[in-house]
């Protein structure tokens, strides 16, 4: 059996006018996070982790922003791609683990919903993804609530 570990890590600017999009699943609030796609930094943190596992790059490699065909894409059909592509070498997803750091809303209330999201893309049962939401306490952008970031790390198996 082969084990592989893969890391992620996605950062996008918050502004009013965008949807949050968080873990699959459209978060109320009074801004979003602004990018090419649906700007989803779980999912993306998630999709490099896995790609990263399976040496096959990056998001960026395979969803291009310079694309128009990935404009406002859903970031869950991105993470249904790169599952395709991580299975067609041969791995399985063992588990997956990441962190969002967010200062509002509050995303604990949300977090059972998107672990249910992911687990379904990723096949694998709810108890292989965690997540977890902390702040940066008022500190730097993401503190001042002007950015979102995820990290993500996943280990798969052959």
Request: net charge negative; hydrophobic share 40%; aromatic share 6%.
């Amino acid at each position: 059996m082969q084990i592989r570990i893969g890391y992620g890590v996605d950062v996008h600017r918050l502004a009013e006018g965008y949807d949050l999009f968080i873990g699959g699943k459209r978060i109320e609030s009074d801004f979003g996070a602004v990018g090419h796609s649906d700007a989803d930094v779980l999912l993306h943190a998630i999709c490099d982790a896995l790609l990263g596992a399976a040496n096959l790059r990056d998001i960026g490699y395979h969803f291009s922003d310079k694309d128009p065909k990935y404009k406002g894409i859903d970031s869950k059909i991105l993470l249904t791609e790169v599952m395709k592509l991580v299975n067609e070498k041969g791995y399985q997803v063992v588990n997956v683990d990441s962190t969002v750091i967010l200062e509002r809303p509050k995303l604990n209330p949300h977090i059972p919903e998107m672990c249910q999201i992911i687990a379904e893309i990723l096949n694998v049962d709810i108890d292989a993804v965690s997540i977890k939401a902390t702040t940066h306490e008022l500190v730097d952008s993401f503190g001042e609530g002007r950015a979102i970031k995820a990290y993500s790390s996943c280990l798969l198996q052959k």
